[in-house]
């Protein structure tokens, strides 16, 4: 059986298969600051147009990179496990980055600190990651290149 493309964890699917999984992300990652250098040279510290242009998939690569763990759905399309989810919005080049989880998790409790992780780590890497609460006080980050 063959591996399919190496996909990172955007919380909307099911829980990744663990063996293997580490390293597969490290060299994805790797991957992407690579594409950095060549596209903005040596000092690239923002968003290649790769990222861009797929912001779910960027934002979703530099969150499992650090080691921040993403929410996942069962077969039946049931929350399972606490963690981000990145998704799309009507802005092409922006994500929505959410802290979800099974229902009694209390996964709505941890969200603002867990949020504030996971934008810190992304306004490392170039992204503009700004904070916002939506209805029943839901918190969500914008994330966005900067420039």
Do not use: K
Request: with cysteine.
């Amino acid at each position: 059986m063959t591996a399919g493309p190496f996909e990172a964890a955007t919380g909307d699917g099911p829980v990744p298969p663990a063996a293997g999984r580490d390293a597969a992300v490290r060299t994805a990652f790797e991957g992407l600051l690579h594409i950095r250098r060549v596209m903005d040279g040596p000092g690239a510290s923002g968003p290649a147009p790769w990222e861009r242009l797929q912001p779910v998939r960027a934002v979703a690569l530099a969150l499992e990179a650090a080691g921040i763990e993403a929410s996942a759905v069962d077969t039946e399309g049931r929350r399972c496990a606490t963690g981000y989810r990145v998704s799309a919005t009507e802005r092409a080049s922006v994500a929505r980055v959410e802290w979800l989880g099974p229902p009694g998790s209390g996964a709505e409790y941890a969200a603002n600190e867990s949020l504030q992780r996971c934008a810190g780590v992304l306004r490392r890497l170039g992204w503009v990651a700004l904070e916002y609460r939506g209805p029943r006080r839901h918190h969500y980050l914008e994330v966005e290149p900067e420039g």
